[in-house]
Every structure is written in structure tokens, then in C-alpha cells.
């Protein structure tokens, strides 16, 4: 007889923000490899940032800490889904709409992997928007108290 094991939520979690990845390097035309790159150049700037003039030890305890960590690529994961992927889609598709004369207009796509792409997904993803992030700060006051 066959056991059917069941999906933690964890790896449900981690599924998802795999193909989110994958998605997301489809669209910007770039290996998985130099997406995590940036990411992680994030979140090391981020650290940075908020602990600047602060001995080595104590931003290490942060970098080096898988809950902030989680905390983090859940973010990024959910800012790909909630603002990059919809808004990457929709652009990408080339659509036609009726002016204000009633004629048809044609709106280019911009290109998988365009510079403005890759821009705006930078732009979502920096460290200094995060610093500006009130829910994102919550979250990671949060974590400082739990590290």
C-alpha cells in the first residue's frame, strides 16, 4: 500500500518562491544565479545600512541569521508576486487600444529582458526602498528580537 506524505506549509512556501524565481528570470531574460546575486547584494547592503558604525559581530549575528534571512527572501518573493510579475506580464504583451479619434492604436511590448524590465525590478528590490519599508522594518524589528 502507498503512503501519501503530505506538503509541509515550509516546502509548499519554498515551491512557490522557486517558480516565482523562475518566472521572474524568464521575464528578465537572466539566470537564477545572477538573480540571487542581486538579491543577496541587497540584503547585505541592507544590513549594512542599518548597522553602519556598529561592530563587525553584531551586523554578523543579522547576516548570518537564517530568520532574518527567511524573512527576507519571503519579501522579495512576495514583492515579485505582488508588484514585478503582474506588472512584467502586463508590459511585455503587446495591446491594442481604441484612441479618442475611435481608431486603433497599437502599444508595443517591451522586450523580455529589456533594460527598463530589469530596471524596475531593481528599483522594487533595493535595499534603500527597504529602509523606507514600515511593514518591512516591522518584520525585521521583529526578528531582531527573536535572533
Same mark, same amino acid.
Given at each position: ?47 549594512? #545600512? ?5 561592530? #563587525? +559581530? ?8 537564517? +530568520? ?46 529589456? #533594460? ?16 523606507? #519599508? ?14
Amino acid at each position: 500500500m502507498k503512503t501519501l506524505t503530505k506538503k509541509t506549509h515550509i516546502a509548499k512556501v519554498r515551491q512557490a518562491n522557486r517558480e516565482g524565481i523562475q518566472q521572474v528570470c524568464h521575464l528578465l531574460q537572466c539566470s537564477e544565479q545572477d538573480y540571487c546575486n542581486y538579491i543577496f547584494d541587497q540584503y547585505c547592503k541592507f544590513i549594512e #545600512d542599518r548597522y553602519k558604525g556598529f561592530p #563587525d +559581530v553584531v551586523a554578523n549575528k543579522i547576516l548570518f541569521s537564517p +530568520v532574518f534571512r527567511g524573512v527576507f527572501n519571503n519579501a522579495v518573493a512576495s514583492r515579485d508576486e505582488a508588484e514585478f510579475i503582474p506588472f512584467a506580464v502586463d508590459v511585455t504583451e503587446e495591446i491594442t487600444i481604441v484612441n479618442s479619434s475611435g481608431d486603433l492604436d497599437v502599444i508595443e511590448a517591451i522586450p523580455l529582458g529589456g #533594460d527598463y524590465l530589469v530596471y524596475e525590478w531593481m528599483q522594487i528590490h533595493s535595499y534603500k526602498r527597504l529602509l523606507m #519599508d514600515d511593514q518591512f522594518i516591522n518584520q525585521f524589528e521583529h526578528c531582531l528580537n527573536l535572533i
